[in-house]
Protein backbone atom coordinates (compact mmCIF):
# COMPACT_ATOMS: atom_id res chain seq x y z
CA UNK A 1 0.00 0.00 0.00
CA UNK A 2 1.35 3.12 -0.94
CA UNK A 3 1.59 5.90 2.11
CA UNK A 4 -0.04 9.31 2.28
CA UNK A 5 3.68 10.90 2.23
CA UNK A 6 4.38 9.35 -1.09
CA UNK A 7 1.16 10.02 -2.42
CA UNK A 8 1.80 13.93 -1.50
CA UNK A 9 5.89 13.47 -2.94
CA UNK A 10 4.35 12.47 -5.71
CA UNK A 11 1.38 14.65 -6.71
CA UNK A 12 3.94 17.78 -5.90
CA UNK A 13 6.38 16.27 -8.93
CA UNK A 14 3.61 16.13 -11.00
CA UNK A 15 2.19 19.55 -10.30
CA UNK A 16 5.04 21.50 -12.69
CA UNK A 17 3.64 19.42 -15.81
CA UNK A 18 -0.06 19.65 -14.75
CA UNK A 19 0.12 23.66 -14.51
CA UNK A 20 2.11 23.76 -17.80
CA UNK A 21 -1.04 22.01 -19.33
CA UNK A 22 -3.48 24.07 -17.60
CA UNK A 23 -1.35 27.25 -18.54
CA UNK A 24 -0.83 26.60 -21.98
CA UNK A 25 -5.10 25.63 -22.38
CA UNK A 26 -6.09 28.99 -20.64
CA UNK A 27 -3.97 31.19 -23.09
CA UNK A 28 -5.92 29.07 -25.35
CA UNK A 29 -9.20 29.78 -24.02
CA UNK A 30 -8.58 33.72 -23.70
CA UNK A 31 -7.46 33.69 -27.34
CA UNK A 32 -10.82 32.03 -28.13
CA UNK A 33 -13.21 34.67 -26.51
CA UNK A 34 -11.51 37.84 -27.35
CA UNK A 35 -13.70 38.15 -30.93
CA UNK A 36 -16.87 37.54 -29.18
CA UNK A 37 -16.32 39.80 -26.34
CA UNK A 38 -15.00 42.61 -28.46
CA UNK A 39 -18.29 42.36 -30.46
CA UNK A 40 -20.53 42.14 -27.07
CA UNK A 41 -18.21 45.54 -26.24
CA UNK A 42 -19.29 47.03 -29.35
CA UNK A 43 -22.85 45.95 -29.14
CA UNK A 44 -22.87 47.43 -25.51
CA UNK A 45 -21.00 50.71 -26.95
CA UNK A 46 -24.17 51.12 -29.38
CA UNK A 47 -26.88 50.75 -27.08
CA UNK A 48 -25.88 53.40 -24.38
CA UNK A 49 -25.33 55.67 -27.51
CA UNK A 50 -29.02 54.35 -28.24
CA UNK A 51 -28.12 52.46 -32.00
CA UNK A 52 -30.87 49.74 -31.31
CA UNK A 53 -30.61 48.28 -34.69
CA UNK A 54 -27.09 48.05 -34.80
CA UNK A 55 -27.15 46.63 -31.07
CA UNK A 56 -29.02 44.65 -32.23
CA UNK A 57 -26.91 43.31 -34.71
CA UNK A 58 -23.62 43.22 -33.07
CA UNK A 59 -25.46 41.40 -29.81
CA UNK A 60 -26.70 38.17 -31.80
CA UNK A 61 -22.95 38.17 -33.38
CA UNK A 62 -21.53 38.45 -30.68
CA UNK A 63 -24.04 35.56 -29.18
CA UNK A 64 -22.94 32.98 -32.09
CA UNK A 65 -19.40 33.81 -31.72
CA UNK A 66 -19.29 32.60 -28.18
CA UNK A 67 -21.17 29.56 -29.15
CA UNK A 68 -18.50 29.48 -32.23
CA UNK A 69 -15.71 29.65 -30.29
CA UNK A 70 -16.52 26.90 -27.94
CA UNK A 71 -17.42 24.69 -31.19
CA UNK A 72 -13.76 26.29 -33.19
CA UNK A 73 -11.85 25.77 -30.00
CA UNK A 74 -12.23 22.65 -27.91
CA UNK A 75 -9.67 22.64 -25.15
CA UNK A 76 -7.48 19.34 -23.73
CA UNK A 77 -7.54 20.36 -20.09
CA UNK A 78 -11.29 19.31 -19.21
CA UNK A 79 -10.94 21.82 -16.14
CA UNK A 80 -10.18 24.54 -18.56
CA UNK A 81 -12.69 23.37 -21.24
CA UNK A 82 -15.37 23.27 -18.24
CA UNK A 83 -14.43 27.45 -17.26
CA UNK A 84 -14.44 28.19 -21.16
CA UNK A 85 -17.98 26.66 -21.49
CA UNK A 86 -19.05 28.57 -18.31
CA UNK A 87 -17.35 31.92 -20.30
CA UNK A 88 -19.42 31.27 -22.86
CA UNK A 89 -22.31 30.93 -21.58
CA UNK A 90 -22.28 33.92 -19.67
CA UNK A 91 -21.50 35.99 -22.28
CA UNK A 92 -24.80 34.60 -24.35
CA UNK A 93 -26.98 35.40 -21.00
CA UNK A 94 -25.44 39.21 -20.86
CA UNK A 95 -26.39 39.67 -24.72
CA UNK A 96 -29.46 37.69 -24.55
CA UNK A 97 -30.29 39.81 -21.27
CA UNK A 98 -29.28 43.28 -22.40
CA UNK A 99 -31.83 42.29 -25.75
CA UNK A 100 -34.78 41.85 -23.75
CA UNK A 101 -34.48 45.28 -21.86
CA UNK A 102 -32.41 47.33 -25.26
CA UNK A 103 -35.49 49.35 -25.53
CA UNK A 104 -35.22 50.03 -21.14
CA UNK A 105 -31.83 49.35 -20.11
CA UNK A 106 -30.52 49.96 -16.83
CA UNK A 107 -29.85 53.83 -16.53
CA UNK A 108 -26.43 54.86 -14.85
CA UNK A 109 -27.74 56.08 -11.05
CA UNK A 110 -24.50 58.74 -10.45
CA UNK A 111 -23.68 61.89 -11.60
CA UNK A 112 -21.64 62.99 -13.61
CA UNK A 113 -22.23 60.30 -15.93
CA UNK A 114 -18.96 58.72 -17.34
CA UNK A 115 -18.08 58.47 -21.48
CA UNK A 116 -20.17 56.10 -23.95
CA UNK A 117 -16.64 54.46 -23.59
CA UNK A 118 -16.55 53.34 -19.77
CA UNK A 119 -20.62 53.18 -19.82
CA UNK A 120 -20.22 50.46 -22.33
CA UNK A 121 -17.36 48.67 -20.45
CA UNK A 122 -19.51 48.92 -16.70
CA UNK A 123 -22.25 46.93 -18.75
CA UNK A 124 -19.21 44.48 -20.00
CA UNK A 125 -17.77 43.78 -17.01
CA UNK A 126 -21.10 44.30 -14.00
CA UNK A 127 -22.65 40.98 -13.93
CA UNK A 128 -24.91 43.08 -10.96
CA UNK A 129 -25.11 46.13 -12.48
CA UNK A 130 -23.97 47.71 -9.75
CA UNK A 131 -23.54 50.97 -10.88
CA UNK A 132 -27.32 51.32 -12.76
CA UNK A 133 -30.92 51.18 -11.54
CA UNK A 134 -32.51 49.10 -11.14
CA UNK A 135 -29.60 46.30 -10.04
CA UNK A 136 -29.46 43.08 -8.37
CA UNK A 137 -26.50 44.44 -5.93
CA UNK A 138 -27.11 43.65 -2.39
CA UNK A 139 -26.46 45.76 0.56
CA UNK A 140 -24.11 44.99 3.13
CA UNK A 141 -21.00 45.90 4.41
CA UNK A 142 -17.93 47.32 1.80
CA UNK A 143 -15.41 50.02 1.18
CA UNK A 144 -17.19 52.87 2.27
CA UNK A 145 -18.87 54.79 -0.18
CA UNK A 146 -18.22 59.02 -0.46
CA UNK A 147 -20.77 60.88 1.47
CA UNK A 148 -21.95 62.06 -1.84
CA UNK A 149 -22.87 57.98 -3.58
CA UNK A 150 -24.11 56.98 0.02
CA UNK A 151 -28.20 58.75 -0.72
CA UNK A 152 -27.69 57.76 -4.47
CA UNK A 153 -26.63 54.15 -3.33
CA UNK A 154 -30.25 53.66 -1.20
CA UNK A 155 -32.47 54.98 -3.41
CA UNK A 156 -31.18 52.88 -6.71
CA UNK A 157 -31.24 49.97 -5.26
CA UNK A 158 -33.94 47.26 -5.76
CA UNK A 159 -35.65 45.13 -3.22
CA UNK A 160 -33.24 42.51 -2.52
CA UNK A 161 -31.00 45.00 -0.96
CA UNK A 162 -33.85 47.24 0.75
CA UNK A 163 -36.44 45.21 2.22
CA UNK A 164 -37.30 44.27 5.72
CA UNK A 165 -35.25 40.50 5.68
CA UNK A 166 -32.00 42.38 4.66
CA UNK A 167 -32.56 45.40 7.63
CA UNK A 168 -32.82 42.93 10.14
CA UNK A 169 -29.69 39.93 9.10
CA UNK A 170 -27.45 43.15 8.62
CA UNK A 171 -24.07 41.29 8.66
CA UNK A 172 -22.05 41.81 11.99
CA UNK A 173 -18.96 41.59 9.98
CA UNK A 174 -16.99 42.81 7.05
CA UNK A 175 -16.96 41.21 4.11
CA UNK A 176 -12.95 39.99 4.62
CA UNK A 177 -13.67 38.96 8.23
CA UNK A 178 -16.54 36.64 6.68
CA UNK A 179 -14.31 35.77 3.71
CA UNK A 180 -11.33 34.41 6.64
CA UNK A 181 -14.76 33.18 8.66
CA UNK A 182 -15.83 30.97 5.72
CA UNK A 183 -12.44 29.65 5.05
CA UNK A 184 -11.82 28.61 8.49
CA UNK A 185 -14.75 26.31 8.15
CA UNK A 186 -13.69 24.79 4.74
CA UNK A 187 -10.46 24.36 6.74
CA UNK A 188 -11.98 22.62 9.58
CA UNK A 189 -14.40 20.32 7.56
CA UNK A 190 -11.52 19.56 6.01
CA UNK A 191 -8.53 18.52 8.81
CA UNK A 192 -11.51 17.58 11.38
CA UNK A 193 -14.79 15.51 9.64
CA UNK A 194 -15.14 12.01 7.26
CA UNK A 195 -14.66 13.23 3.97
CA UNK A 196 -16.66 10.16 3.10
CA UNK A 197 -19.76 11.83 4.34
CA UNK A 198 -21.61 13.40 1.39
CA UNK A 199 -23.01 16.27 4.38
CA UNK A 200 -19.81 17.33 4.81
CA UNK A 201 -18.98 16.96 1.26
CA UNK A 202 -21.86 18.91 0.39
CA UNK A 203 -20.92 22.25 2.88
CA UNK A 204 -17.15 21.94 1.46
CA UNK A 205 -18.66 22.38 -1.94
CA UNK A 206 -20.79 25.49 -0.58
CA UNK A 207 -17.88 27.14 0.87
CA UNK A 208 -15.48 25.99 -1.77
CA UNK A 209 -18.09 28.03 -4.16
CA UNK A 210 -18.17 30.89 -1.77
CA UNK A 211 -14.16 31.03 -1.16
CA UNK A 212 -13.41 31.16 -5.32
CA UNK A 213 -16.14 33.80 -5.96
CA UNK A 214 -15.65 35.72 -2.90
CA UNK A 215 -11.48 35.73 -3.90
CA UNK A 216 -12.18 36.86 -7.38
CA UNK A 217 -14.65 39.64 -6.07
CA UNK A 218 -12.04 41.01 -3.66
CA UNK A 219 -9.17 40.98 -6.44
CA UNK A 220 -10.94 42.12 -9.11
CA UNK A 221 -14.50 44.28 -8.19
CA UNK A 222 -14.74 48.24 -8.69
CA UNK A 223 -13.93 50.48 -5.26
CA UNK A 224 -17.05 50.93 -4.11
CA UNK A 225 -19.03 47.32 -5.16
CA UNK A 226 -21.11 45.88 -2.43
CA UNK A 227 -20.52 41.94 -1.34
CA UNK A 228 -21.10 39.36 -3.69
CA UNK A 229 -22.56 37.01 -0.89
CA UNK A 230 -24.01 37.26 2.53
CA UNK A 231 -22.53 35.19 5.17
CA UNK A 232 -23.88 31.78 4.67
CA UNK A 233 -24.93 31.72 8.50
CA UNK A 234 -27.62 34.37 8.19
CA UNK A 235 -29.36 32.32 5.79
CA UNK A 236 -32.99 32.00 7.59
CA UNK A 237 -35.08 30.39 4.82
CA UNK A 238 -34.75 29.29 1.15
CA UNK A 239 -35.92 32.52 -0.32
CA UNK A 240 -33.21 34.13 1.74
CA UNK A 241 -30.60 32.00 0.93
CA UNK A 242 -31.35 32.07 -2.69
CA UNK A 243 -31.72 35.91 -2.58
CA UNK A 244 -30.25 37.60 -0.09
CA UNK A 245 -27.35 34.95 1.18
CA UNK A 246 -26.38 33.32 -2.05
CA UNK A 247 -24.50 35.39 -5.14
CA UNK A 248 -26.58 37.44 -7.18
CA UNK A 249 -24.17 37.46 -10.25
CA UNK A 250 -27.10 35.97 -12.73
CA UNK A 251 -30.42 37.09 -11.60
CA UNK A 252 -30.60 39.89 -13.93
CA UNK A 253 -30.58 37.40 -16.87
CA UNK A 254 -32.82 34.75 -14.67
CA UNK A 255 -35.13 37.46 -14.28
CA UNK A 256 -35.68 39.17 -18.03
CA UNK A 257 -35.15 35.71 -19.52
CA UNK A 258 -37.11 33.20 -17.78
CA UNK A 259 -39.52 34.89 -14.70
CA UNK A 260 -40.54 37.70 -16.40
CA UNK A 261 -41.32 36.33 -19.60
CA UNK A 262 -43.97 33.67 -17.64
CA UNK A 263 -44.90 35.89 -14.96
CA UNK A 264 -46.13 38.63 -17.09
CA UNK A 265 -47.78 36.17 -20.13
CA UNK A 266 -49.40 33.28 -18.12
CA UNK A 267 -51.95 35.61 -17.01
CA UNK A 268 -52.10 38.05 -19.74
CA UNK A 269 -52.66 35.45 -22.39
CA UNK A 270 -53.95 32.52 -20.99
CA UNK A 271 -55.65 33.82 -17.78
CA UNK A 272 -53.69 32.05 -15.41
CA UNK A 273 -53.44 33.57 -11.45
CA UNK A 274 -50.76 35.55 -10.57
CA UNK A 275 -49.55 33.73 -7.76
CA UNK A 276 -49.00 30.43 -9.70
CA UNK A 277 -47.59 32.52 -12.82
CA UNK A 278 -44.94 34.04 -9.98
CA UNK A 279 -44.70 30.53 -9.22
CA UNK A 280 -43.76 28.48 -12.43
CA UNK A 281 -41.47 31.60 -13.18
CA UNK A 282 -39.32 31.02 -10.26
CA UNK A 283 -38.94 27.34 -10.87
CA UNK A 284 -38.45 28.46 -14.55
CA UNK A 285 -35.98 30.73 -13.38
CA UNK A 286 -33.97 27.73 -11.32
CA UNK A 287 -34.47 25.53 -14.30
CA UNK A 288 -32.33 27.69 -16.51
CA UNK A 289 -29.37 27.96 -14.04
CA UNK A 290 -29.78 24.31 -13.92
CA UNK A 291 -29.27 24.13 -17.66
CA UNK A 292 -26.23 27.00 -17.12
CA UNK A 293 -24.27 24.13 -14.84
CA UNK A 294 -25.10 21.23 -16.46
CA UNK A 295 -23.91 23.15 -20.00
CA UNK A 296 -20.70 24.41 -17.98
CA UNK A 297 -19.91 21.09 -15.85
CA UNK A 298 -20.36 18.63 -18.82
CA UNK A 299 -16.74 18.30 -19.75
CA UNK A 300 -15.93 17.29 -16.15
CA UNK A 301 -19.25 15.13 -14.88
CA UNK A 302 -20.65 12.09 -16.83
CA UNK A 303 -24.46 12.61 -17.53
CA UNK A 304 -26.28 10.65 -14.30
CA UNK A 305 -24.32 13.52 -12.24
CA UNK A 306 -25.12 16.22 -14.56
CA UNK A 307 -28.99 15.09 -13.89
CA UNK A 308 -28.43 15.31 -10.34
CA UNK A 309 -26.77 19.02 -10.87
CA UNK A 310 -30.35 19.96 -12.87
CA UNK A 311 -32.35 17.90 -10.03
CA UNK A 312 -30.62 19.71 -7.51
CA UNK A 313 -31.88 23.42 -8.88
CA UNK A 314 -34.96 22.06 -10.00
CA UNK A 315 -35.91 21.12 -6.66
CA UNK A 316 -34.50 24.33 -4.45
CA UNK A 317 -36.96 26.34 -7.25
CA UNK A 318 -39.57 23.94 -6.20
CA UNK A 319 -38.76 24.30 -2.46
CA UNK A 320 -38.95 27.64 -2.55
CA UNK A 321 -42.29 28.02 -4.13
CA UNK A 322 -43.89 25.60 -1.42
CA UNK A 323 -41.75 27.48 1.45
CA UNK A 324 -43.13 30.66 0.50
CA UNK A 325 -46.99 29.42 0.00
CA UNK A 326 -46.95 27.72 3.71
CA UNK A 327 -44.81 30.86 5.13
CA UNK A 328 -44.71 33.74 2.89
CA UNK A 329 -42.72 36.44 3.97
CA UNK A 330 -42.78 35.14 7.90
CA UNK A 331 -39.69 34.52 10.01
CA UNK A 332 -40.10 31.41 12.35
CA UNK A 333 -37.14 28.75 13.53
CA UNK A 334 -39.04 25.51 12.09
CA UNK A 335 -38.92 27.55 8.73
CA UNK A 336 -35.26 27.81 9.57
CA UNK A 337 -34.39 24.28 10.45
CA UNK A 338 -36.51 22.95 7.69
CA UNK A 339 -34.67 25.16 4.97
CA UNK A 340 -31.65 23.83 6.18
CA UNK A 341 -32.53 20.56 6.69
CA UNK A 342 -33.94 20.56 2.77
CA UNK A 343 -30.93 22.24 1.21
CA UNK A 344 -28.41 19.70 3.04
CA UNK A 345 -30.37 16.28 2.00
CA UNK A 346 -30.75 17.44 -1.75
CA UNK A 347 -27.19 18.97 -1.83
CA UNK A 348 -25.81 15.73 -0.17
CA UNK A 349 -27.82 13.30 -2.66
CA UNK A 350 -26.07 15.47 -5.39
CA UNK A 351 -22.96 15.39 -4.06
CA UNK A 352 -23.18 11.73 -3.76
CA UNK A 353 -23.23 10.97 -8.04
CA UNK A 354 -20.12 13.66 -8.58
CA UNK A 355 -16.66 11.84 -7.81
CA UNK A 356 -15.69 14.63 -5.56
CA UNK A 357 -12.14 13.87 -4.24
CA UNK A 358 -12.47 12.90 -0.77
CA UNK A 359 -10.22 15.93 0.38
CA UNK A 360 -7.74 18.48 -1.04
CA UNK A 361 -5.14 16.01 -0.25
CA UNK A 362 -6.40 13.14 -2.63
CA UNK A 363 -6.72 15.25 -5.76
CA UNK A 364 -4.40 13.77 -8.44
CA UNK A 365 -2.14 16.87 -9.79
CA UNK A 366 -1.84 14.46 -13.37
CA UNK A 367 -4.75 13.80 -14.40
CA UNK A 368 -6.51 17.08 -12.99
CA UNK A 369 -7.18 17.78 -16.48
CA UNK A 370 -8.25 14.08 -17.58
CA UNK A 371 -11.24 14.76 -15.13
CA UNK A 372 -14.46 13.82 -16.28
CA UNK A 373 -12.60 11.27 -18.94
CA UNK A 374 -14.18 7.53 -18.39
Same mark, same amino acid.
Given at each position: ????? #?????????????????????????? =?????????????????? +???????????????????? =???????????????????? $???????????????????????????????????????? /??????????????????????? /?? =???????????????????? /??????? +?????????? *? %????????????????????????????????????????????????? &???? @???? %???????????????? *?????????? $?????????? %?????????????????????????? #? #????????????? $? &??????????????? %??????? @???????????????? @??????????
Amino acid at each position: MTSPS #FHLVDSAAEAPSALWQIGANLCSGVV =SLILPTLLLYFSLYALVK +HQIKKFEVLCLLASIGFVGS =SCLVVLECNMVRSMQLFVVA $IGVMKALDLFVRRHNPPKYAYNPQPSYSVLALLYLTELRY /ESFTPNHARLGPAPAPSPSRVQN /ES =SHRNGRGSSNKSKHWKPQFS /ERVNFVL +HGLAFATLQT *L %FPQSNPTVVALEVLLAIYILWESIQLMLRYHNSPPLFGPLYTATSLSTF &WSET @WHSA %FASPCRSLAYNPIRSN *LPQRYGVPVS $IARAVGVIAA %FGMMGFFHVYGLKPLLPFDALARIYA #F #FLLNGIGAVIEDA $I &WGRETHWGKTILAWA %FELIVAS @WTVEGLSVPQGLKNIR @WASICDVGEV
